[in-house]
């Protein structure tokens, strides 16, 4: 009875979160930069902040992309959603700097799969970059594409760690994809520390220019 609840209450987020998508005024900047990287059959490691992911299920829809949840009642759940969205849900050990869970995502993107991520889940802290990702671009040596989402009517859960968000209908919004960073192969513990806060400090200035968009003061930088 659980498993059947769960999956009728799975069904109906994801018709939700579908009319919600098709309702917002979406503007999409920067999709180039993903375009030209499957356009040439490559990979990437799609990377964002825990709370603000909503919008980012229905655009990428039927992409062929992994989106990593944990060994929960909840991550099961989302696997729920993710398949709703045609996309492959993985799940990871609940532990954190698990090699289980590393080995997991890279057998993944070694399938020929994109991997989607939010880099500071799944508890926190707030906006700071864990090294999953960048150990993940290292070991198969797909790039790491930044990208942000912003709306400017909304709902902000304070109490979460997150902040989760959820964006409400007709709202304006944007999706902001950055330009991919590359992950050395050789890079010593130093370097992927330089490359994780580079990764933290460029997330960060997504989403302020995502924010400052929806809310009118400014546009984003073209280049993003």
């Known amino acids: 009875m659980r498993q059947i609840l769960s999956q009728l209450v799975a069904r109906l987020y994801f018709v939700g979160l579908s009319a919600l998508y098709k309702s917002a005024r979406l503007r999409v900047l920067g999709a180039e930069h993903l375009d030209d990287l499957w356009g040439r059959g490559e990979q990437a490691v799609i990377c964002f902040f825990h709370g603000d992911y909503l919008l980012l299920f229905p655009h990428f829809k039927g992409r062929e992309a992994c989106i990593f949840t944990t060994e929960s009642r909840r991550g099961d759940f989302l696997a729920?959603?993710?398949?709703?969205?045609?996309?492959?849900?993985?799940?990871?050990p609940d532990r954190r700097g698990s090699q289980v869970a590393l080995d997991?995502?890279?057998?993944?993107?070694?399938?020929?799969?994109?991997?989607a991520l939010a880099v500071d889940g799944p508890l926190g802290p707030y906006h700071k970059v864990k090294h999953g990702a960048l150990v993940l671009a290292q070991k198969t040596g797909k790039p790491i594409v930044p990208v942000a989402t912003a709306s400017a009517w909304k709902l902000v859960s304070k109490k979460r760690w997150d902040r989760y968000t959820i964006p409400l209908p007709f709202t304006r919004a944007v999706i902001l994809v950055g330009e991919p960073m590359s992950v050395p192969g050789d890079a010593d513990p130093a370097r992927l520390e330089k490359l994780r806060q580079s990764l933290e400090d460029r997330l960060a200035e997504l989403n302020a220019q995502a924010q400052a968009y929806v809310n009118n003061r400014q546009s984003p930088d073209p280049g993003v």
């Open 80 to 92: 729920e959603i993710i398949a709703l969205f045609r996309y492959r849900p993985c799940k990871l």
């Open 104 to 115: 997991r995502m890279i057998a993944e993107v070694r399938r020929g799969y994109d991997a």
